[in-house]
């Protein structure tokens, strides 16, 4: 697209007059093998450049700085040769990496502990999506109190609409399929869900960002945003793995710059992102997109897209329920922020917002 590549220009050439080259700066990078601290430095010599593949497992709002990474050429600036591939489902994305078919995973959270559980060196390098983006929406229940004694359709169970209700009940003191029954829809996604309320098989709801105008339209009314709710969740989070990151520390630290860089860009135009939805997730319904962008690209994703230890915790918990592992499980187990930080300290990140504060 002609809009991303000249915004990728713009951005590129901006960040030439103030921002640190595309390798990491030497304040922020580890000594040479053999070097005494305070030593010369040798002549930086650049990494090679790095064929990787990328996997995706949806094609929803909290994959936009995966396509933009890739749509604005910000891969390639940072030294990967890298194909973005989307594969359905997050636990068989994380199979591909397992086997060795892919270098990084922007994919549910759980589906990476869990593989981590199995076998995986798995680590969390940075968020796609930070707490729970999720509404309950009914058509005969006027406040959220009156839940007790209601069922309320949600996704299979582990999954992020599943826990997201397990989430809200908790915080209402109300418990999971004895005070409110959750009615699991395993196929058809939301629109399973939202037909399954409409025929009377739930008395609520609950659905991820996008729906909002839909709802409406069929007299249906939101009881809770839990976004407001400030839950601490990580919904989707980029996975590698340990022994990738030790071998490859200059392909994490790139994918790690084009995916933050890719933030920025996404929050600077959106125009341009409302086009990327049309190429990556065919999404046409502009009312849609437009609620993606406010919800996703505005209000969820942080500028330093740090992995949260409380949102890991959550997930450790409610997987505990049927993974024993997670019961005994800390949160520093799974992930590694320092790439991120790394781009933080180095003022990389705040020259990406040179007008904003």
Known sequence: MRRLSVLGCVLIAMLACGAPAASPPPSSAPPAAGSAPGAPAAAATAPPRERVTILYPNQGGNQTATWLAKEAGLYD???LDADVEFIEGSPTVMQAVTAGNAQFAVVGTTASIA????????VLIATAQPGLLYTLWSSSISQVGDLRGKRVATGRINTD????????????GLVYNQDVTAVHVDAGGESGRIAVAQAGGADAVMLTTGNSGLMRRLGFAPLVDLVSEHIPYEAATVATTRSYAASKPHAVRAFTRAFTE????????RAAVLDLYKTYARLEDAEVAGEWYDEYVQRVFP?????SEAGVQTV??????TEPQAADAKPSQFIDNSYVRELDDSGFIRQLYPNQP
């Open 161 to 172: 609409p599943d826990f997201a209700l397990r989430l809200l009940l908790d915080k209402l």
């Open 77 to 79: 600036k940072y030294g």
């Open 316 to 321: 450790l918990d409610l997987l505990a329920e």
């Open 303 to 307: 500028r330093a897209p740090y992995v």
């Open 262 to 269: 890719a933030i920025a860009l996404a929050k600077q135009d």
């Open 115 to 122: 593989a981590a559980f199995r076998g995986l060196d798995a």
